[in-house]
């Protein structure tokens, strides 16, 4: 296969975790007789600091032209005093507004070798978790229409949806319940939101046609209460944008690192983008000791949605179980008896064990 990617590095550890993912990528290229190109564009405060704005036509144009794309991170402490308009942030929110990608995969799974790193109590983590959250991902109240006051003493955010962005979630959220465990959590506000309701009023007239899911719905606060009480009763979760930024942070922390989590942003194509979840973490940037891990996971993730290729997906997840199990840690993710690593060496000895 011959496989066309964009590198979107960013700001910070960015370009020091992406450049291990594409080692990896570029490991499994080799192993399995695969072509991949890279093309490597600016991001976020990157951006800002070559072009004067978060994102270029140029860069959005090569996006949507590319098989996949792959991320770092965006932002931090030097883009401060920019304006809101050209923060870094905006760059990524109209990234994904461009690529037209809405339905954001993030996985909760917990390494049995990092289970230590867990902070729930062990009888709550003794059956095995593996939750997919779906967060929706271009509407809500983070695309709603903003106002502030002249006085600057009051302002408004509106939360919008319509039922066509709620179905075309739900209906990726209800085909990946098909193919897992058939059970699907929709998480809403519909006791106070009017558009939780228009939400849960739409899964549940779209719930007709996957007779063989068994759909909950669960208001958001109680939702976040149970991934702490009794994570092993999800398997797929799909809410909206804010609700779901929230908790998908929350099982990040569930399963150890947010180093460690992977995540993918889905159109109605194959093309998609992917990302690790954690931020730019300007305190160790340089210092090659940043976890690469969640990014090279999610280098599993673009080959798996993407590229269609689920072998050398699994191929990439065995090699970071199997260094995992050799006992290599980076900062982040260290703990007594093990062998701590940076970031680099992290990165090689992934790729050496595809």
């Known amino acids: 296969m011959q496989a066309h990617i964009v590198t979107l590095p960013g700001d910070y550890i960015g370009p020091e975790i992406t450049a291990q993912a594409v080692k990896v990528l570029e ?17 976020g405060g990157a951006s800002i600091d070559a072009y004067g704005v978060p994102l270029t036509d140029e860069t959005l144009d090569a996006c949507n ?12 402490p030097k883009w401060d005093g920019v304006a809101p308009a050209v923060r870094p942030e905006k760059g990524l929110l109209a990234l994904r507004k461009g690529m037209q990608v809405f339905a954001n ?6 390494h049995p070798q990092l289970s230590a790193a867990c902070p729930l ?33 009051s302002a408004t955010d509106e939360m919008a949806y319509s039922a066509m962005e709620v179905e075309r979630l739900a209906r990726i959220g209800f085909e990946m319940a098909k193919k897992r465990r058939g059970k699907l959590c929709s998480v809403d506000k519909a006791n106070v939101l009017e558009c939780s309701r228009l939400w849960r009023e739409t899964v549940q007239r779209l719930s007709a046609e996957y007779p063989e899911v068994e759909v909950t719905y669960m208001y958001v606060d109680n939702a976040a209460m149970q991934l702490i009480l009794r994570p ?28 460690m989590m992977p995540s993918a942003s889905l159109g109605s194509g194959t093309r998609g983008l992917y990302e690790p979840i954690h931020g730019s973490a300007p305190d160790i940037a340089g210092q090659d000791i940043a976890n690469p891990l969640g990014t090279i996971l999610s280098g599993a993730l673009l080959l798996r949605h993407s590229l269609g290729l689920e072998d050398e997906a699994k191929a990439i997840e065995r090699a970071v179980s199997q260094v995992l199990d050799e006992g ?4 982040d993710i260290f703990s007594a008896g093990c062998t701590k690593v940076g970031c680099t060496q992290m990165g090689d000895l992934v790729a050496a064990r595809i």
């Open 105 to 110: 995969l993030r996985p909760c799974t917990i």
């Open 232 to 259: 092993a009763q999800f398997d797929v979760m799909i809410t909206g944008n804010l609700f779901g930024d929230i908790l998908s942070d929350e099982s990040a922390a569930i399963a150890g690192s947010l180093g």
């Open 27 to 43: 490991a499994v290229a080799n192993k399995y007789g695969h072509t991949f190109t890279f093309d490597e564009r600016k991001l």
């Open 121 to 153: 109590r062990p009888d709550i983590v003794s059956q095995p978790i593996d939750i997919m959250i779906l967060r929706e991902l271009t509407g809500d109240i983070y695309f709603g229409k903003r106002w502030r006051a002249e006085d600057r003493l």
């Open 328 to 331: 290599y840690r980076t900062a």
């Open 65 to 76: 032209a590319a098989d996949a794309v792959l991320m770092g991170s965006v932002g931090g």
